[in-house]
């Protein structure tokens, strides 16, 4: 008889175009769980913008979509109309086992069904990394709550080392190590990178360093005729955004500096193809996709020494990490990999081979059955 699993995440509406590390997780993993034996798979979703309850089918997969509710997240995941229509809905649902990736996953931590909830972030970090408003008032509050989400925890996954250490001292939670899973056709672009072509992905944000970014870049130009920065997300607020159109024009940067915006999977397969170096100085980050992708695809990395990144990348084998506030270390290691291509393929086909044994989706999916049959079998 068919193992049956309820997954709460956030799903897009098209399977094709996740959008953010979460949607796109979550996909490449429910994929890959519906092709294995003996497992029926179900994904939960919470939707504002919904007004009526939904059942849809997305191949193997069985999509439950719910209207979400109008309070403020912080309260709504622990006493509000979402979380009680959340509980009502998997209690009828009877799955064997419930697997969150989302925020609502830290008010379900006694819930009589086996629970396994999977850390992707923390809120209260992001808040003070992205500079945002009140953010020191709104992280304390975060904080608060997620402490004592994870405090009522039994089983939780961690997707990086760094998650496991900052939650070890909250819980007394059996804590489970498994990558994210990256989409199969990662592994499976045809890699032919333009020399000196370096890709950024993510919002242009304070957390996500983008100006740094160009201000490294600016210092390569000079050396390099044929470097180019390409940079793909859109904008969090319009005055950083705007900081950051000022570097690209005071640098005289405007033919090479690309500002994609926001781009589908298949435009970022496309984009990946011709990279020739991954760059991502963030100031805050658990296991970004996006590093999970360009390794797949064989692109060598750069990224920041803080929180989840230096358990993604083998300094010197896989990349390099950097201090994100030092333009002079990221602009020497720009220099470096901008320089070589024959240093880019031996770094890049070393972070592939890497990424197939961590990432690779059916590798994935199998460490997770494992640990859903281990949950239920114990409880």
């Known amino acids: 008889m068919a193992l049956k699993i309820a997954i709460f995440s ?3 509406s098209d399977s094709r175009c996740p959008k953010g590390g979460v949607e796109s997780v979550t996909v490449v ?3 890959a769980l519906a092709q294995l034996d003996d497992l029926d798979v179900h994904i939960i979703t919470l939707e504002q913008k919904r007004t009526k309850i939904s059942v849809e089918q997305d191949g193997d997969v069985t999509v439950h979509k ?14 509000g109309p979402g979380k009680k229509q959340l509980v009502s809905y998997i209690k009828d649902l009877k799955p064997d086992i419930l697997h969150t990736h989302e925020t609502y996953g830290l008010g379900l931590g006694t819930f009589s069904i086996p629970h396994v909830f999977t850390v992707h972030g923390f809120d209260h970090a992001n808040i003070i990394a992205d500079s945002a408003k009140f953010g020191w008032l709104r992280s304390k509050l975060w904080k608060r709550m997620e402490r004592r989400g ?4 039994k089983h939780i996954i961690s997707i990086t080392p760094y998650v496991r250490k900052m939650i070890e001292p909250l819980t007394g939670a059996n804590i489970y190590d498994i990558d994210n899973p990256v989409d199969e056709r990662f592994f499976n672009i045809k890699h032919q990178p333009e020399p000196g072509r370096i890709l950024c992905v993510g919002w242009i944000s304070e957390r996500k360093n983008t100006l ?9 130009t000079g050396r390099y005729a044929q470097a180019q920065l390409v940079i793909a997300g859109e904008p969090k607020e319009a005055e950083y955004y705007n900081r950051v159109k000022r570097c690209i024009d005071n640098n005289r940067l405007g033919n090479r500096v690309e500002l994609l915006g926001h781009i589908n999977h298949t435009q970022l397969e496309q984009e990946l193809a011709r990279t020739s170096v991954f760059f991502l100085p963030s100031r805050q980050e658990n296991s970004p996709m996006a590093i999970a992708e360009a390794m797949a695809t064989g692109i060598p990395i750069i990224a920041s020494n803080r929180c989840g990144m230096p358990y993604m990348i083998s300094e010197g084998k896989t990349g390099f990490l950097i201090d994100p506030e030092s333009t002079d270390q990221i602009t020497q290691r ?19 081979h890497m990424a197939l044994e ?7 999916a199998l460490r997770t059955k494992a640990v859903y ?5 114990s409880h």
């Open 10 to 12: 956030r799903y897009p």
């Open 29 to 31: 993993l429910v994929k």
């Open 66 to 79: 719910l209207p979400g509710s109008r309070w403020p997240q912080i309260l709504d995941i622990f006493v």
């Open 150 to 153: 994870l405090a009522a925890q």
């Open 212 to 220: 740094g970014a160009v201000e490294a870049f600016a210092a390569v």
């Open 334 to 352: 720009l220099i470096q990999l901008v320089g070589s291509q024959q240093l880019c393929q031996q770094i890049g086909l070393a972070g592939r």
């Open 358 to 364: 961590r990432f690779h989706p059916n590798a994935v």
């Open 373 to 377: 049959e281990k949950i239920c079998t």
